[in-house]
């Protein structure tokens, strides 16, 4: 459908997987640190479908897939951790979690 | 057709960005939206029409539906609005940020290093990806059904709550 240069699209998802690093280390709150995974988690599935559709190939589509569950099921776990560090600490600081007391 | 191509990548980049520097965080949300949609768009363009539809569908829909519901039930007010931007002050982002665009450079000089040549992208349907999914790939799909129930457990064990060892008269009695 379009011609574009297998360069241009890398680096598009790394230019997206890089802004997800950056919210990554720079947020302390815990809410946008999950976000920027998801940033990340996307820009690696990008860089699947570009790779497949060069080829002309399935199974980079079927990756983008994989990654999509694993983003999903990565998600549920981490909200709950979320609410749950919400609930004892009552913030969503990252750091009020450092000490761990059981 | 390579002009909406570079106008959506524009859009992504420009909304990610926006994504990580909003203090509110359901600004950031919605900006992310953007976002995912014209990745989504990328993605037809590249051949893709089952992984945009995907992409809209879940990424957009449902997992960002979950981050809409836990700010919801966190209720964040004006004074963590506050806290943020005393957390997002320039000396806290110059140094991931200026360490990030040192790997940027250098993601560029090496893909750059290479000749441009181009590809037409061909349409890939939902048929042939699910012929793959569910032939060569298929113990990938087996192990991915067991994730999500790790993850349906996990998020259920995590979000229970727990019962009060305490005996209610002793709770009436200390109100």
Redo the contacts between chains.
């Keep these: 459908m379009i011609s574009i240069s297998i360069e241009t699209g890398l680096l598009l998802s790394g230019i997206l997987f890089l802004l997800g690093l950056i919210g990554l280390l720079v947020r302390r709150n815990i809410i946008f640190m999950l976000m920027s995974v998801e940033i990340m988690l996307n820009a690696a599935g990008l860089a699947f479908v570009i790779g497949g559709s060069r080829w002309a190939q399935p199974d980079g589509q079927v990756m983008f897939i994989f990654i999509l569950t694993m983003a999903a099921a990565e998600v549920s776990v981490g909200l709950a951790l979320i609410l749950l560090l919400y609930h004892r600490f009552k913030t969503v600081d990252a750091d009020a979690a450092s000490k761990m007391r059981g | ?2 002009i ?2 570079y106008i959506a ?1 524009i859009i ?2 420009f909304s ?2 926006m ?2 520097t909003r203090l509110n ?1 359901v600004h ?2 919605l900006y ?1 939206i953007v ?2 949609l014209s ?1 989504a768009v ?2 037809f ?4 029409p ?2 945009a539809a ?2 809209i569908i ?2 957009a829909g ?2 960002m539906v ?2 809409i519901f ?2 919801m ?2 209720n ?1 007010g004006r004074e ?1 609005k506050e806290q ?1 931007s005393q ?2 002050k320039p000396s ?2 110059i140094g ?2 200026i360490l ?1 665009a040192i ?2 450079v250098q ?2 000089y090496v ?2 290093a ?1 000749q ?9 349907n939902a048929k ?2 699910g ?3 569910f032939g060569p ?1 298929l113990i ?1 799909v087996e192990l ?1 059904a067991i ?2 129930l ?3 457990v ?2 259920y064990h ?2 229970r709550r727990k019962k009060a060892s305490v005996h209610r008269f002793f709770e009436e009695a200390s109100e």
């Design positions: 057709m390579q909406i191509f990548a992504a980049i990610t960005v994504v990580i965080a950031a949300l992310l976002s995912l990745v990328i993605f363009l590249l051949g893709a089952f992984i995907l992409e879940i990424y449902a997992i979950l981050f836990v700010i039930m966190l964040l963590a943020e957390w997002l806290m982002w991931p940020a990030a790997i940027l993601l560029i893909l750059m290479n441009n040549e181009t590809f037409n992208s061909t349409v890939i042939q990806v012929m793959s999914l790939y990938g991915s994730l999500l790790a993850g349906i996990g998020a995590l979000g």
